[in-house]
Each structure stands twice: as structure tokens, then as C-alpha cells.
């Protein structure tokens, strides 16, 4: 078991990765990292508002929410916090499937929301600009 992250940052996420290290590519919003029940899978994390969220204090790196594993033979599930890795509780078919759910429907609001925030000003603004032009 991995019980603590380094933090590297890249440009690109290496092909090979090393345990215990964090690979963070804020160009690409990505995360990679060898899954830390020590089984060597390579575990890929996109970042962004409706994905991964990364952070990083004095080079000590967290990433949350917690990382389910369930597509691998080992399932785990974590998160990692100021460095150290932070283990959840084992989930049940259904609840993985529940979270999923949850996860999409939070994608989905995420995106409705900001596809209203973006269009509404400019919608306003070109009506705006047309009255102006009569056009
Ligand atoms: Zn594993």
C-alpha cells in the first residue's frame, strides 16, 4: 500500500510511472498516478469543475473527491489528502452505480448552469446591439 504522494508536475504524464508519486499536467487538466493499493495499475484523473480537483501547499499535493477504482480487480477507493492517502470504504455494486449516477447529474447541472450564465449576458447584448442597428 501506498500511504503517501509526491508531488510531480509535468507537462506530459510520463509512459512509466513511479509509486508514490502524484503526476499533476495543469496545461492538460490531468492527474496521474500507480494506484495506491500497490497493485501498479496506472490510475489517469482528468481535473476540472465536474472532475478531479487538485491543490497544492508548499508541494504537498491533494486530490479529491475520492477515487473509486471499481473497474480494477482491487477496487479501492481513496482520496488523497495533504499527501497521504486517505482510505474510503468499500461500496457495493449499487452504490458505485448510484454514484455514478449522481456524478453524471452533477456534470449535467454543472454544464446547464453555465450554458445559462454564458448565454443569457450575450443574448442580452446582441438584442441590444441589434436595436441599436435596427437591424
Ligand atoms: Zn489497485
Known amino acids: 500500500m501506498i500511504d503517501r504522494f509526491r508531488l510531480q508536475r509535468v507537462q506530459y504524464?510520463?509512459?512509466?510511472?513511479?509509486?508514490?508519486?502524484?503526476?499533476?499536467?495543469e496545461e492538460f487538466d490531468v492527474a496521474a498516478h500507480l494506484c495506491a493499493?500497490?497493485?501498479?495499475?496506472?490510475v489517469?484523473?482528468?481535473?476540472g469543475p465536474t472532475e478531479w480537483k487538485f491543490s497544492e501547499k508548499d508541494g504537498v499535493p491533494s486530490l479529491w473527491?475520492?477515487?473509486?477504482?471499481?473497474?480494477?480487480p482491487c477496487r479501492s477507493h481513496y482520496s488523497i489528502i495533504e499527501s497521504q492517502t486517505r482510505w474510503g470504504e468499500q461500496w457495493s455494486e449499487a452504490q458505485v452505480l448510484a454514484g455514478r449516477k449522481a456524478e453524471?447529474?452533477?456534470?449535467?447541472?454543472?454544464y446547464v448552469e453555465k450554458d445559462?450564465?454564458?448565454r443569457r449576458p450575450f443574448a442580452r447584448?446582441?438584442?441590444?446591439?441589434?436595436?441599436l442597428f435596427r437591424l
Open 104 to 110: 453524471e447529474a452533477r456534470r449535467e447541472a454543472y
Open 116 to 118: 445559462r450564465l454564458n
Open 44 to 47: 489517469t484523473t482528468p481535473l
Open 65 to 72: 473527491p475520492s477515487i473509486g477504482n471499481w473497474q480494477l
Open 13 to 25: 504524464i510520463p509512459k512509466s510511472l513511479e509509486p508514490g508519486i502524484l503526476y499533476v499536467s
Open 37 to 42: 493499493c500497490g497493485c501498479g495499475t496506472k
Open 125 to 131: 447584448f446582441w438584442r441590444w446591439v441589434r436595436g
